[in-house]
């Protein structure tokens, strides 16, 4: 499976982007998707994920409120709508296939795509 990330970009602070993810090469209908971003100098961090049935999602603390995951298995999709951007979500955004159907804390995630920038300015 490869997946594809796109529609990074540069916003100023309070603005929107949406972020999406193709995959190819196998269908992802049956696990759950996720997105991770990694700013220059920090570890990769959890952003959200979605189970493979869209009844569950996931968020970190920092993005709660403000960025909806979804998904289309249809398309063999994810999305990622960020509201209200704050510099500090500056970083490399990547989406990733995992190893199950739903997220988990022991869940890993096997498959990852290549990351799209995504800049807020202040």
């Known amino acids: 499976v490869q997946l594809q990330a796109s529609g990074g970009g540069l916003v100023q602070a309070g603005g929107s982007l949406r972020l999406s993810c193709e995959a190819s090469?196998?269908?992802?209908?049956?696990?759950?998707l996720g997105w991770f971003r990694q700013a220059p100098g920090k570890e990769r961090e959890f952003v959200a994920a979605?189970?493979?049935?869209?009844?569950?999602?996931y968020y970190a603390d920092s993005v709660k409120g403000r960025f909806t995951i979804n998904r289309e298995n249809a398309k063999n999709s994810v999305y990622l709508q960020m509201n209200s951007l704050k510099p500090e979500d500056t970083a490399v955004y990547y989406c990733?296939?995992?190893?199950?159907?739903?997220?988990?804390?022991?869940?890993?995630?096997?498959?990852w795509g290549q990351g799209t920038q995504v800049t807020v300015s202040s």
């Open positions: 090469g196998g269908s992802v209908s049956n696990y759950a």
């Open positions: 990733a296939e995992a190893s199950g159907a739903y997220h988990s804390g022991f869940v890993t995630y096997k498959y």
């Open positions: 979605i189970s493979w049935n869209s009844v569950s999602t």
